[in-house]
């Protein structure tokens, strides 16, 4: 093979990809090193890294500068090597072509942890807890910013345990506390008009309760009572129900254990709903995720697009998908899926353009400034005091992120060393002294 027989070099260094992957496993994490030979050859490594290997990392090696990440600042698209695309296309059986059909567009009935699509690190840390919790009936509490998936995640673990009854989910922040409790705990009118809340309808299932950090006070203390004592009173009722096999699951998108620390929601029916605790990072702490994402929304909207649009081709272009990659996404994979459906709707070509993105983006309500950033200068205003609940609040989030370790969690925050975050977290008080 010579240095210039590109063709060659991309089959020989497939073959041998292929022959590592066998002996090591599927999963074996790859590293290319574009140090070694020509430009060319390096250009061979960054396409295979591209299209067939995506979970793959590129490096640099030199004596001088030490081995460094390699970041590709532009993206291609298997669409651009049509041999490629043409054999994924030939090798599909016309069952295949039939099912794939059938499917496109549908949402599971029961869908499962398969339907959850990830490659980052974080979510693979948090489907794994999630995995091997689900078939228990400890109480499990979600967190994540709106948008993150805690529903689909609930659901998951609801059909992946023994729950073989209902699945039934109560918003705690989307009524008033008057139609909470009776959404709750079920009301009595008279002797013949009874109607049975949720935590009855959930027996031998799952509860899930969203937004939980929004029950009012009242009601923590009435399903505190109700989940230790294995039984509650309905509204305007005079006899007990009784309280059995039912799996609690909350959901928040707030830190709950910081409203105990708040005051705004009771520690012991924290302790009682967070048996074990799933965090769910946003989206724009996952980029690796998101080619991923975009092609699962696609297939799952096709059919709905295609009738839309009238093309049963959608493709995005890679400056397109670039614009995408760099947008921080607030809303997270709610706020994705509605911009991915909407450029596809408005646009009337097949291959979807950077400018159709960011025309799509700009319809997505604009950011307020958040709370901390507006304080009024009260009496007890104190700059000092905010600075240390944002220092508080980053330092959480990347203690999470690394797992608690606190070496990647100083790299992380940018101390170049990890003692200069020991002393900022004791003089906050986030570890002992």
């Not at 994540?144 to 918003?171: C, D, Q, W, Y």
């Not at 709903?273 to 799952?300: K, M, T």
Request: net charge negative; aromatic share 6%.
């Amino acid at each position: 093979v010579t240095p210039t027989d590109f063709g060659a070099i991309y089959s020989n260094v497939r073959q041998e990809i292929e022959s590592v992957r066998k002996k090591l496993g599927k999963d074996a994490e790859l590293v290319f090193n574009l140090s070694p030979g020509t430009y060319g050859m390096a250009a061979v490594w960054i396409i295979l890294q591209q299209t067939l290997y995506p979970d793959s990392e590129l490096i640099e090696a030199s004596p001088e500068a030490g081995v460094k990440k390699v970041d590709v600042p532009f993206e291609i698209s298997a669409d651009y090597i049509p041999d490629l695309m043409d054999r994924i296309r030939r090798s599909r059986t016309e069952a295949d072509r039939a099912f794939i059909t059938a499917v496109r567009g549908t949402v599971p009935d029961r869908p499962s942890f398969e339907d959850i699509k990830y490659r980052c690190n974080a979510m693979k840390s948090a489907m794994t807890r999630a995995e091997r919790i689900a078939p228990r009936s400890i109480p499990i509490l979600i967190e994540g910013e709106p948008g993150t998936g805690k529903h689909l995640l609930a659901t998951v673990m609801h059909n992946s345990g023994h729950f073989n009854a209902e699945f039934i989910h109560v918003s705690c922040g989307a009524m008033p506390a008057d139609q909470l409790e009776r959404a709750l705990f079920g009301y009595e009118e008279g002797v013949r008009k009874v109607r049975t809340g949720a935590l009855e309808n959930a027996r031998g299932g799952t509860l899930f309760l969203g937004e939980v950090d929004a029950l009012p006070v009242m009601l923590q203390v009435k399903l505190l009572r109700a989940l230790e004592d294995r039984r509650f009173t309905r509204v305007d009722g005079t006899k007990d129900v009784s309280l059995d096999d039912i799996r609690c699951i909350s959901a928040t998108s707030r830190k709950l254990n910081r409203c105990v620390a708040e005051g705004s929601f009771r520690s012991d029916l924290y302790y009682r709903l967070a048996g074990d605790v799933i965090f769910l990072p946003p989206l724009r702490e996952r980029p690796e995720d998101l080619e991923l994402l975009i092609n699962h929304i696609f297939d799952e909207k096709r059919d709905l697009l295609e009738q839309e649009r009238g093309l049963s081709d959608i493709r995005l272009s890679a400056g397109a998908r670039n614009v995408i990659k760099q947008y921080h996404w607030p809303g997270n994979i709610r706020e994705l899926e509605n911009v991915l459906v909407r450029v596809a709707t408005h646009c009337d070509r097949v291959e979807i353009r950077p400018d159709d993105v960011r025309q799509a983006l700009q319809l997505t309500p604009v950011q307020m400034d958040t709370e901390i950033l507006n304080r009024p200068f009260s009496e007890d205003f104190s700059l000092e005091n905010i600075l240390d609940e944002v220092a508080r609040h980053y330092i959480e989030r990347a203690r999470e992120r690394t797992g608690d370790r606190i070496t990647k969690t100083a790299k992380l925050l940018g101390y170049e060393h990890y003692q200069v975050l020991t002393r900022k977290m004791k003089n906050l008080e986030l570890i002992g002294t």
